[in-house]
Structures are given as C-alpha cells and as structure tokens.
C-alpha cells in the first residue's frame, strides 16, 4: 500500500502564498508523476500542476507564472509553491501520485487538503 500525506493548507487573503506538501511512503515501485489537482465546489477535479520522474512539468494555464512545483525524490515528496493567489483558487487540494507497477500504471490521492482564499 501506499499513503500519501499532505500539508500546507489554509485560510489566506489574495495576493498571499501558500505551500503545499505531500510525502509519499509505502510499497512505491517506481514513480511516474507526482502532482497536485484541486476541486471547487460544484467543479470537477482538474489538474494544477504535474511533474514526472524525468522532471518535466505541466501547468494548468489558470495557475502558471504563479505556482511552482517541485520535489524531493529522496523523501518521495512534491511539493506545490502558490504565490499571488486569488480567490479563485479556493478549491480543496489533492495530491497525486502515480506508479507504475509490474501490473501496470495506479494511481494514489492523498484525502485533501483546504485552500480558502479571502478577497
């Protein structure tokens, strides 16, 4: 099994910044992405930032030039800088993790994490 454990929520005024992590630990055969999708009440779960084992990176277009993600391959962590946010990136945050196993590829979510920004 694998568990995902996140951090770095909260309730912000816009402009501000928050960060996000997520540390992976379990049975993790080989990663390939790690990243960040949020879901706004009445939305459905869409992709925000994403980084794969090789290091190339996609943005959702909503978030780029103000989120930066980045990880630690040695702590199996990803992290997710937010800065300038508005408050439209209220949404609650889910990290994701995808491996590929002998079976074929899995994901894994962590359980979310609230990000409230205030105008």
């Known amino acids: 099994q694998v568990q995902l454990a996140e951090s770095g929520g909260g309730l912000v005024q816009a402009g501000r910044s928050l960060r996000l992590a997520c540390a992976a630990s379990g049975n993790i055969f080989s990663i390939n992405t790690m990243g960040w999708y949020r879901q706004a009440p009445g939305n459905q779960r869409e992709l925000v930032a994403r980084?794969?084992?090789?290091?190339?990176?996609k943005y959702a277009d909503s978030v780029q030039g103000r989120f930066t993600i980045s990880r630690n391959s040695d702590k199996n962590t990803v992290y997710l800088q937010m800065n300038s946010l508005k408050p439209e990136d209220t949404a609650v945050y889910y990290c994701?993790?995808?491996?590929?196993?002998?079976?074929?590829?899995?994901?894994?979510w962590g359980q979310g994490t609230q990000v409230t920004v205030s105008s």
């Open positions: 980084i794969t084992s090789g290091g190339s990176i």
């Open positions: 994701n993790l995808n491996i590929v196993y002998w079976s074929g590829p899995k994901d894994y």
